[in-house]
């Protein structure tokens, strides 16, 4: 299996599976995947360089109900974490009707796209499932650092096979 590091530039969280679709940008080919072929295999003629990453309105409040995935050209590999049941994975939409955020405004690095809260802060605050509350929490208060993993657009993964941990399966 071929292993690539790229930068996070969008998400997906169902339940508590989260997808990250991963990119690189590159002098030559700013974001885009030079090698992106369509359906039938071959590179389309419309593929050019580009200095950013988008998705269908991207620039549309509120993201989860506007926003589409990244265009699959500026995608190079994906990471998909299987996190323990007893955790909570928090979106910028959790717990929100409408949440106030667009795509392009995670691009800025401001605002996690997925806050993951693990173990005894997890148990503590289980009833907890609000966005707001746990970006005031994380900004505000004293934590177990080990407790909360925040995930911002462009963090580095790397993706690849399935590794299995103590507290949750991984696929990388």
Same mark, same amino acid.
């Given at each position: 299996?071929?292993?690539?590091?790229?930068?996070?530039?969008?998400?997906?969280?169902?339940?508590?599976?989260?997808?990250?679709?991963?990119?690189?940008?590159?002098?030559?080919?700013?974001?885009?995947?030079?090698?992106?072929?369509?359906?039938?295999?071959?590179?389309?003629?419309?593929?050019?360089?580009?200095?950013?990453?988008?998705?269908?309105?991207?620039?549309?409040?509120?993201?989860?109900?506007?926003?589409?995935?990244?265009?699959? !050209?500026?995608?190079?590999?994906?990471?998909?974490? #299987?996190?323990?049941?007893?955790?909570?994975?928090?979106?910028?939409?959790?717990?929100?009707?409408?949440?106030?955020?667009?795509?392009? !405004?995670?691009?800025?690095?401001?605002?996690?796209?997925?806050?993951?809260?693990?173990?005894?802060?997890?148990?503590? #605050?289980?009833?907890?499932?609000?966005?707001?509350?746990?970006?005031?929490?994380?900004?505000?208060?004293? *934590?177990?650092?080990?407790?909360?993993?925040?995930? *911002?657009?462009?963090? *580095?993964?790397?993706?690849?096979?399935?590794?299995?941990?103590?507290?949750?399966?991984?696929?990388?």
């Amino acid at each position: 299996m071929k292993y690539i590091i790229g930068k996070i530039i969008d998400f997906e969280v169902k339940g508590n599976a989260v997808r990250f679709y991963l990119g690189n940008k590159t002098d030559e080919w700013g974001w885009t995947n030079k090698n992106y072929k369509d359906r039938n295999g071959n590179t389309p003629d419309w593929l050019k360089p580009s200095d950013t990453y988008y998705g269908d309105d991207w620039d549309d409040c509120p993201y989860e109900c506007n926003a589409g995935t990244v265009y699959d !050209e500026f995608i190079y590999g994906t990471r998909t974490y #299987y996190y323990d049941i007893n955790w909570l994975i928090i979106e910028p939409c959790s717990g929100e009707i409408n949440s106030p955020y667009c795509k392009n !405004e995670f691009k800025s690095r401001k605002i996690p796209c997925v806050i993951v809260i693990k173990g005894e802060l997890a148990d503590r #605050y289980s009833y907890k499932d609000k966005f707001s509350f746990w970006w005031d929490f994380i900004k505000n208060s004293d *934590y177990d650092k080990q407790e909360v993993e925040c995930f *911002y657009f462009e963090d *580095y993964l790397m993706s690849g096979e399935t590794l299995e941990t103590e507290r949750s399966s991984i696929t990388i």
